[in-house]
Each structure stands twice: as structure tokens, then as C-alpha cells.
């Protein structure tokens, strides 16, 4: 069995405290998986500064912005945006429970963290 940091499974609180609430915890591998993105990073950096409920639309426009800010990738089109948001990341994010997506509806809401 491998032993070390990257299969530590320990719970870590997401916003940085020292408590030991369990309902704000995610394990190092789900971290990881998180900050894996840049895409998810810079979706992370928008939803701190948004107001909820909030549409794909106006999150696809957010953080199209931010990325063409920051620069540190190529442009992607609107649409490629949305789809992947849509289809990978806003998804992850919910099933951790970080944020709440209604797929069908489209809209992103602060989870019961």
C-alpha cells in the first residue's frame, strides 16, 4: 500500500480555518481534483464575487473575462465555455457539495456548506 501525501485522506476545511467542522471538509484528493482545473480555479475566483441565484449565461460571461484578463490560456469561444462548465466542472463542484446546480434550470446557488 502507498503511503504519503498524495493518498492522504485526511479531511481538510475548504475555507482555510483550523476548525474541525466536517460539514465544510473535502479530503486532500478531492482538493486536488478541485485545483486540478484552471478553468475550475478561475470558476472558484467568480463564484466568491457573484451574487447567487446565478444563470451559465452570466457565469459562462464571468469567467470568460477573467480568462482573458488573466491570459495565462488561449481564448475559448463562449459556447466552448458553457459546455464545459455545463458538463464538467459545475457538475464536480456540486457532487462536493460546493456549490448547488440545477442542470435543468441552468442556475448555480451556494450549496448548504
Given at each position: ?88 466542472h459545475l457538475p464536480l463542484l456540486s457532487s462536493l457539495d460546493l456549490i448547488a446546480y ?12
Amino acid at each position: 500500500m502507498l503511503t504519503g501525501p498524495m493518498n492522504d485522506t485526511t479531511a481538510h476545511p475548504i475555507d482555510g480555518s483550523s476548525e474541525n467542522d466536517w460539514t465544510t471538509e473535502l479530503t486532500t484528493s478531492d482538493v486536488h481534483s478541485v485545483l486540478s482545473s484552471e478553468r475550475r480555479r478561475v470558476l472558484l475566483g467568480v463564484l466568491q464575487t457573484q451574487s447567487f441565484p446565478m444563470d451559465l449565461d452570466s457565469l459562462t460571461e464571468a469567467v470568460a473575462t477573467q480568462q482573458s484578463e488573466t491570459g495565462e490560456s488561449a481564448p475559448d469561444s463562449l459556447d466552448t465555455i458553457a459546455v464545459s462548465l455545463h458538463h464538467n466542472h459545475l457538475p464536480l463542484l456540486s457532487s462536493l457539495d460546493l456549490i448547488a446546480y440545477d442542470w435543468s434550470e441552468q442556475q448555480v446557488e451556494k450549496s448548504g456548506r
